[in-house]
């Protein structure tokens, strides 16, 4: 059974820093793409960060210079660094990967459950 548990978020005034880690386990043959997206209250899910497995990112407009994104393939764990952040990035945080599990042919979408990251003073 594959599962991606993040972990990381919190509470951080503005101008402060979080990193969120994800972790995928389970029984997996290779890991494509890795992701980062949020989900404010009253607002759709979207892209923050994206990472392939050769190295190259992408990131939102209204995170970029301040987002980092990166990942360890062998511990199969994607980070985002978050500094300079602002009340506008108040969400919940889900990563995601494309990924193979062991015994299927085909590369599947996976979820995290979430992290709530707030950003107040």
């Known amino acids: 059974q594959v599962q991606l548990v993040e972990s990381g978020g919190g509470f951080v005034q503005p101008g402060g820093s979080l990193r969120l880690s994800c972790a995928a386990s389970?029984?997996?043959?290779?890991?494509?793409?890795m992701g980062w997206y949020r989900q404010a209250p009253g607002k759709q899910r979207e892209l923050v960060a994206s990472?392939?497995?050769?190295?190259?990112?992408n990131y939102a407009d209204s995170v970029k210079g301040r987002f980092t994104i990166s990942r360890d393939n062998a511990k199969n764990t994607v980070y985002l660094q978050m500094n300079s952040l602002k009340p506008e990035d108040t969400a919940v945080y889900y990563c995601?990967?494309?990924?193979?599990?062991?015994?299927?042919?085909?590369?599947?979408?996976?979820w995290g459950q979430g992290t709530q990251v707030t950003v107040s003073s």
């Open positions: 990472i392939i497995s050769g190295g190259r990112t």
């Open positions: 995601n990967a494309n990924l193979r599990p062991s015994g299927r042919l085909v590369f599947d979408l996976y």
């Open positions: 389970g029984s997996i043959v290779s890991i494509n793409v």
